[in-house]
C-alpha cells in the first residue's frame, strides 16, 4: 500500500462526506497519483466502517463495469465491486429525490439472492448458480461523487463504485430453468425507449458477475455469505436521468421495476 491510515481515513471522510452533501469532488488520485489498488479498496471499506459506525446496515454486494462495453471504455480487464445499503433501497414504483444526488445515472442490472456461501479462487458459473436461492430484476441508480463523472478506476473504487440507489422489482425466480443468458431487457424513459440489451452483456452471462466476485473477495480471504443480495452490473449502458423522469424497465420472463425521480 502506498497510503497511510491517516490518509486512507481522511479520504473516506472527504467521499463519505461528498455523498452526503451531494457535492461533487475532483478525483481523489489527483492530490494522491501514487495510491494503489489495496489503497482504493481500503478507503472504501473505511466508507463501509464509517457508515456502519452511523448505524446503516450494509444491505447486499454489487459488481461494476461488468459489461465489455463499459470495461473498453475503462481500458480495464477487470470488473470492480462494492457494496449497497438499506438508506440506498427504493421502493419499486417509488421516487427518488433528486436533491439528495448529484447526477444520476440509471442502470438495469439482474439481481442474485444466495443460499450458502461462495468463496474463491476457483469459483465457477456452476457453483453460483447452484447456490442460486432466486434471481430478480433491478435498476441501479449509480451517482459518482468526482465532477462529471470524470474519475480513474481506482478513484472510483475508493467512491464505493458511485453506488447510490436501487430499486428492486417483486418478481423473484430461481435460475434453473431460466435462460438468464439471453434474458432481454427494455428501458424506457418516459415512455421512450432508450436502452435494449440481453443479460449476455453482463460477462457472457450475470452468473458469471458473481463467480468474479466471489474470486476477487476470496483473494482478499473474504467470502460471499449466504443470504447476499448481490447486483451484477449493468446490462445497459447507463443513462442519465433529471427531475421529472419516470423509468420503466421491462425485464424477460422477470417483470418490471420502475421509478420516478423528483
Ligand atoms: O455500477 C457500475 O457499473 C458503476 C461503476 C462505476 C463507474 C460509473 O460510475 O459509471
Ligand atoms: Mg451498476
Redesign the pocket.
Known amino acids: 500500500m502506498a497510503l497511510n491510515a491517516t490518509t486512507i481515513n481522511e479520504l473516506a471522510l472527504h467521499l463519505d462526506s461528498a455523498e452526503r452533501q451531494a457535492h461533487a469532488v475532483h478525483k481523489i488520485t489527483d492530490d494522491f497519483p501514487e495510491m494503489d489498488w489495496a489503497d482504493a479498496y481500503a478507503i472504501q471499506d473505511a466508507i463501509r466502517e464509517l457508515q456502519r459506525q452511523r448505524g446503516v446496515r450494509i444491505a447486499g454486494l454489487?459488481m461494476?463495469?461488468?459489461s465489455s462495453a463499459?470495461m473498453r471504455q475503462m481500458g480495464v480487464v477487470e470488473p470492480?465491486h462494492g457494496f449497497i445499503t438499506d438508506y440506498g433501497a427504493v421502493a419499486d414504483g417509488g421516487e427518488i429525490d433528486t436533491g439528495t444526488l448529484i447526477h444520476p445515472?440509471v442502470?438495469a442490472e439482474i439481481a442474485f439472492v444466495t443460499n450458502r456461501p461462495l468463496r474463491g479462487p476457483g469459483c465457477h458459473i456452476g457453483e453460483v448458480l447452484a447456490a442460486t436461492e432466486f434471481v430478480l430484476p433491478a435498476v441501479?441508480i449509480?451517482d459518482?461523487r468526482y465532477e462529471d463523472?470524470r474519475f480513474d478506476l481506482k478513484s472510483?473504487i475508493a467512491d464505493n463504485?458511485?453506488s447510490a440507489r436501487y430499486v428492486l422489482g417483486g418478481r423473484t425466480l430461481r435460475p434453473q430453468g431460466l435462460d438468464l443468458r439471453n434474458l432481454g431487457v427494455v428501458m424506457a424513459r418516459n415512455g421512450r425507449v432508450v436502452a435494449t440489451a440481453s443479460a449476455a452483456a453482463v460477462l457472457g452471462h450475470p452468473a458469471q458477475s458473481v463467480a468474479m466476485l466471489a474470486n476477487m473477495l476470496g483473494a482478499r480471504d473474504r467470502d460471499i455469505p449466504a443470504g447476499t443480495l448481490i447486483l451484477t452490473?449493468?446490462v445497459t449502458e447507463?443513462i442519465a436521468v433529471e427531475v421529472g423522469d419516470n423509468i420503466n424497465v421491462r425485464f424477460q420472463h422477470l417483470g418490471s421495476v420502475s421509478m420516478r425521480f423528483v
Open positions: 454489487k461494476g463495469l461488468t463499459k470492480i445515472k442502470e441501479e449509480i459518482s463523472f472510483v463504485t458511485s452490473g449493468g447507463a
